[in-house]
C-alpha cells in the first residue's frame, strides 16, 4: 500500500540520523514528490508513525519527530496476541492495570512540557471530533504523552508499544459512526486532574474512561475478534 511507502521512507531517514528528535518533517507537498505518493497516502502514512509514537502531528505548525520515551517494538506482542487470542477483557484489565498508575504518576511529576503535551493531544481530539482516523490518533497520543509524563522511560515505553498494536487493529473500525465529543471531554477532566496534581482524581478517571472504553468496543464489535481482539480508545 502507497501509505507503507511513506512508513518505510520516513522510518529509514530517522534511522539514519537525517531526521533528529523535535525536528519538524519536511511539507506534505515535499514528501509526496519524494516519495511519489499521493497526499493521501502521505497523510495516512504520518498519522501511522504518529500513532505509534514515532512523529508528533501538530495542527497549524507541521509534524514533528518525537522527543519521547524509546519505542519498543508492538510486533512480538502483536504475534502473541495471534498466537494465544488475547481477549478485549484481557487487554483492557492489563491496560486498567498499567494505565491507572501511569496517571497517578503522571498527576505527581508531570513537568510543564509533559504538560502541554497532554494539552495539546487533547485540543486535537476536538479538532478531529468529525474525523474518526484522525481522532484516533490524537487519543494515542494523548495516552502517550499521559505515559511519557509517568516520569518512569520503561512504563511510557510500554504503553507506546500496547497503543501501537491497538492503533494498528482500532483503526479498522474507527469510522463507525459515534459521537466523540463525550470521549473528548473524558481526556479533558482526566488532564485537569493531572494538571491540577491530583493523583487520586486522575487514577478514578482514568479507570472510568478505560471502563466506559471498553463498554463501547464491545456496543461496536459485540463478536469480539479473536486474535489481539481487545482494541483500545
Known amino acids: 500500500m502507497a501509505n507503507e511507502l ?117 485540543s486535537g481530539m476536538f479538532a478531529t471530533c468529525d474525523d474518526p482516523q484522525a481522532f484516533l490518533v490524537q487519543d494515542i497520543r494523548f495516552h502517550a504523552a499521559v505515559g511519557s509524563a509517568s516520569g518512569n522511560p520503561i512504563l511510557a515505553s510500554v504503553v507506546e508499544m500496547i497503543s501501537a498494536m491497538f492503533y494498528e487493529q482500532r483503526r479498522q473500525t474507527a469510522d463507525r459512526g459515534r459521537d466523540l465529543r463525550p470521549v473528548a471531554d473524558a481526556h479533558w477532566h482526566l488532564y485537569q486532574a493531572i494538571r491540577d496534581r491530583e493523583p487520586g482524581r486522575a487514577a478514578n478517571l482514568m479507570s472510568e474512561h478505560l471502563i466506559q472504553a471498553e463498554r463501547d468496543q464491545q456496543a461496536e464489535e459485540p463478536d469480539e475478534q479473536q486474535p489481539g481482539g481487545a482494541i483500545a480508545k
Request: aromatic share 4%; glycine share 8%.
Open 6 to 122: 511513506v512508513v518505510r521512507h520516513v522510518r529509514e531517514l530517522i534511522i539514519r540520523g537525517k531526521f533528529t528528535p523535535g525536528q519538524r518533517l519536511p511539507p506534505e507537498r515535499e514528501l509526496v514528490r519524494d516519495i511519489g505518493v499521493s497526499r493521501t497516502s502521505v497523510r495516512a502514512g504520518l498519522q501511522t508513525l504518529a500513532a505509534k509514537g514515532l512523529l508528533i502531528i501538530r495542527h497549524g505548525s507541521g509534524t514533528f519527530v518525537a522527543d519521547g520515551p524509546p519505542m519498543l517494538d508492538s510486533e512480538p506482542l502483536s504475534l502473541l496476541a495471534a498466537l494465544h487470542g488475547f481477549t478485549r477483557k484481557q487487554m483492557f484489565e492489563a491496560r486498567r492495570t498499567l494505565e491507572v498508575s501511569i496517571a497517578r504518576m503522571a498527576a505527581e511529576r508531570a513537568t510543564a512540557g509533559q504538560l502541554a503535551a497532554i494539552s495539546d493531544a487533547v
